[in-house]
């Protein structure tokens, strides 16, 4: 079966996140001052096959602790979905 894995990166909150104080300056630039927080982090797709939900899920875990995030930096979080695409 395929299943769909939608994985959010994002830096951890106890750290500063420059990127996101560049957008929220930027955003002052053009008017906007309501913006408070901005915190920048990457959303990865990935189609995985896998004879069940539970391998699937393991696959992507090893995926994201070992390549897609860097848990020192970044915390992730995932949804994973039967897929109807082959």
């Known amino acids: 079966m395929i299943y769909t894995a939608e994985i959010n990166v994002m830096p951890l909150k106890e750290l500063l996140d420059p ?8 955003l002052k630039n053009l008017g906007i001052n ?5 915190r920048i982090g990457k ?11 539970k391998l699937a899920n393991e696959k992507v875990e090893t995926a994201c602790k070992k390549l897609l995030s860097n848990q020192v930096m970044e915390y992730y979080e995932f949804q994973l979905t039967a897929s109807s695409k082959q």
Do not use: L, N, P, R
């Not at 990127?19 to 930027?26: E, H, P, R």
């Not at 309501?34 to 901005?38: F, I, P, R, T």
């Open 34 to 38: 309501e913006a408070k927080d901005v």
């Open 43 to 53: 959303h990865i797709t990935i189609q995985i096959e896998a004879d069940t939900e």
């Open 19 to 26: 990127q996101g104080k560049a957008v929220v300056s930027g």
